[in-house]
């Protein structure tokens, strides 16, 4: 028993590797190209640099998304064929994956954490490998699961005193990944760079930061010049979702169920907002206002008119977004009996990284551990905002994972110490 811990503990790579070959051969996967926005995207990044960086491109969500598919698909381009572009994904999603582990339990041992820890960090990885689940498919979301593995990694370096003045250059790249992949994060980026950039290191240190940080202006300029998407596009993008948050939870407080379309699956509230959705264009349009903004209103209004509502969705909305829901499996003919056990299966083990995750942030608050609590406050906190205010999806609280299970580790490693300081 001793050699097959020591075997996992050594070797967390190696085990979500064969978890990745595994689970390549499971019925139950994302859909395979997610909507296609970064399938036709990355086949139009190549074309447009076959054609001496010429034509179109359309960019409807992380920019940098198209480049980490582009080797993958530039290699099996010639073939043009959906199966091994899927292929090919797939298996570049799978090696960043495990790159994310090895950057995670980089970050342990740096900071000392104990083999039970990183035991119990990979058992229940496996047991509910859902950073795995988000490899299957082209949908871009094991490249934010890598770059806030990377975050916290360097993090680490820095918080343990081993960093040097490159490991700030590659902290800021971490950031400038995270936020090329998951745009919606921008405001924690904007925030983090502001601490790391207060914080009382060497002027090196710090211009080396700065140096990285100023890609992100780069790739934002870059992006527009390259973007074919209508801006309009956007806006009624932004202007839905925000709307789409105020009904949410609203009428079937306990429907959680991802909501898409008007199939059987649509629940009242989602219909609701479609009708409010139609209401509002119509009124736009027949006084010619701007939309945007007058949705901006609308939701302004109602969040004001109904605070005990708004309270209870973003309490619900806490829990709902920190939950998993397969929705393929769902609307899947299978019995009820497996469609919930299941979901009572993953989500126990997922909701121990939660609430562990919570208990952890307390045990560094009471340590004032400050470097550690407030950029994971920034980041958690930030991404629970978002999903309150905004379209509330399992995968936009997806890139805070990898701060879960640092907390979860965090926690057992220091549970003996806490234990002794609540006794004195």
Same mark, same amino acid.
């Given at each position: ?34 909507? /296609?926005?970064?399938?036709?995207g ?9 054609? /001496? ?19 993958p ?15 090919? /994904? ?5 090696i ?36 795995i ?18 975050l ?14 490159a ?9 400038v ?15 983090m760079t ?78 609701n ?51 998993f829901?397969?929705?393929p ?5 299978k ?28 045990n ?49 490693s ?11």
């Open positions: 028993m001793k050699r097959l811990i020591d075997f996992t503990v050594k070797n967390p790579v190696l085990i979500t590797a064969l978890l990745c070959v595994v689970f390549y051969f499971l019925p139950f996967k994302p859909k395979p190209f997610g909507d /296609g926005q970064f399938h036709t990355t086949q139009q990044l190549i074309e447009f640099i076959a054609n /001496g960086f010429q034509g179109n491109i359309n960019i409807d969500k992380g920019f940098l998304t198209l480049f980490c598919y582009l080797i698909y530039a290699i099996v381009y010639a073939f043009h064929d959906d199966r091994l572009f899927f292929l090919s /994904g797939v298996i570049f999603s799978c960043f994956v495990c790159l994310s582990v090895f950057y995670l339990f980089k970050a342990f041992t740096i900071l000392h954490f104990t083999d039970k820890a990183k035991l119990y960090v990979i058992v229940l990885m496996s047991l509910f490998p859902i950073h689940y988000y490899a299957m498919g082209i949908i871009g979301e094991a490249f934010g699961f890598f770059a806030s593995s990377m916290i990694y360097f993090w680490a370096k820095h918080y343990a005193g081993v960093a040097q003045k490991d700030y250059f590659r902290l800021a790249l971490s950031l990944l995270l936020y090329g992949i998951k745009p919606n994060m921008l405001p924690f980026i904007f925030v502001l601490y790391v950039l207060i914080l009382k290191l060497p002027k090196a240190s710090k211009v080396y930061f700065a140096m990285g940080m100023a890609l992100v202006p780069v790739f934002i300029l870059v992006e527009r010049s390259l973007d074919n998407s209508n801006f309009e596009f956007k806006n009624r993008v932004f202007r839905q979702q925000l709307l789409w948050s105020r009904f949410e939870l609203r009428d079937e407080p306990l429907n959680w169920m991802p909501q898409h379309g008007q199939d059987k699956f649509a629940s009242s509230d989602y219909l907002n479609l009708k409010k959705r139609k209401e509002l264009d119509s009124i736009c349009i027949a006084n010619k206002y701007d939309r945007t903004a007058y949705y901006v209103d609308w939701v302004k209004n109602d969040i004001l008119s109904n605070p005990g509502l708004t309270l209870r969705q973003y309490s619900l909305k806490f829990f709902q977004a920190q939950s829901i397969i929705s499996l769902m609307k899947s003919d019995s009820k009996t497996i469609k919930y056990g299941i979901h009572i299966y993953i989500n126990l083990i997922n909701y121990i990284l939660v609430l562990v995750g919570l208990l952890a942030m307390v560094l608050l009471r340590r004032k551990e400050y470097q550690l609590f407030l950029p994971f406050l920034f980041f958690w906190g930030w991404g629970l905002l978002y999903v309150f205010v905004f379209h509330s999806e399992q995968r936009y609280m997806f890139p805070v994972r990898p701060v879960l299970i640092f907390l979860l580790a965090y926690w057992i220091t549970r003996k110490h806490s234990q002794k300081q609540a006794l004195l």
